[in-house]
């Protein structure tokens, strides 16, 4: 009984593999989105508070069509092939990462009961989901967005708070405070893909550029540095926890002063 309890207990060190994943995943959604916008290489910044010749913007026809998709993450189903190929193959590697981080989270937390560690799993095959329909994109480009994405993105948000919930209620070990704010930083990362991610990163940029019918051009790169982003805080948030727990004065034992 002992060993098995031993083997349920949070694993040192469950936090680090998460993050590093989440950085890679960052990368390669930087990526994807840099080749989404290709079409609009040198005009990125036209329409911006930075344009030099505010409204008298040069778009090609090639980034007028991209603006009207702006769909590079999670999938992307109007680029020509074989940069639609890319994208989306690069988009199964991403999405992969981000569910396999969490998977791995859950899995050093030692959450019990099946549907327990069911629920706190959510986020993680939800993006393994995605990652599958991205792969299969990726074999035969689609003339248009799968259904099943745009279920998956909806559900991704709700999928993220339950299962953030659960790892923070169900541990064999009460979390430290340090430990459940990663948590939920981890959460915010591994969510990359939901709807509450993409039009937060979708009206950033409507008001940061007047050039916004629809997708102003850049629009993606929030959403991918996000990624990177709550991964590094998540990593800060430990480095201080471990600072203030080994520079904290010990609690002296006050011990009796024996008589005479």
Not at 90 to 97: E, K, R
Not at 119 to 125: I, T
Not at 204 to 217: C, R
Request: aromatic share 8%; proline share 7%.
């Amino acid at each position: 009984m002992k060993e098995g309890r031993q083997n349920h207990r949070p694993r040192a060190g469950g936090f680090l593999l998460t993050e590093l994943l989440l950085i890679a995943a960052s990368g390669v959604v930087v990526w994807v989105t840099y080749l989404g916008w290709v079409p609009c290489a040198g005009s990125m910044l036209e329409g911006t508070q930075f344009d030099p010749t505010p409204h008298e913007w040069d778009f090609s026809k090639a980034c007028h069509e991209a603006m009207d998709h702006g769909d590079g993450f999670p999938i992307s189903s109007w680029l020509e092939s074989p940069l639609q190929q890319t994208v989306n193959g690069l988009n199964a590697v991403a999405l992969l990462l981000l569910g396999v981080a969490w998977l791995m989270l859950v899995r050093n937390r030692g959450i019990r009961g099946r549907i327990r560690i069911l629920s706190a799993s959510l986020p993680g095959l939800l993006n393994l989901w995605l990652a599958l329909v991205a792969t299969v994109a990726f074999i035969w480009p689609p003339a248009e967005t799968p259904a099943a994405v745009g279920i998956t993105v909806l559900l991704m948000d709700v999928a993220g708070f339950v299962g953030a919930i659960v790892l923070l209620t169900a541990s064999p070990t009460p979390l430290s405070a340090g430990s459940g704010i990663r948590v939920i930083l981890v959460a915010l990362a591994v969510t990359a893909s939901s709807l509450g991610h993409l039009l937060t990163d979708y009206m950033v940029m409507i008001g940061f550029s007047e050039a916004n019918w629809d997708s102003p051009p850049g629009t993606g790169y929030l959403t991918a540095f996000s990624i990177a982003l709550f991964a590094l805080l998540s990593m800060v948030v430990g480095l201080i926890a471990r600072l203030w727990t080994n520079l904290k004065p010990s609690q002296l034992v006050q011990q009796p002063v024996p008589a005479g």
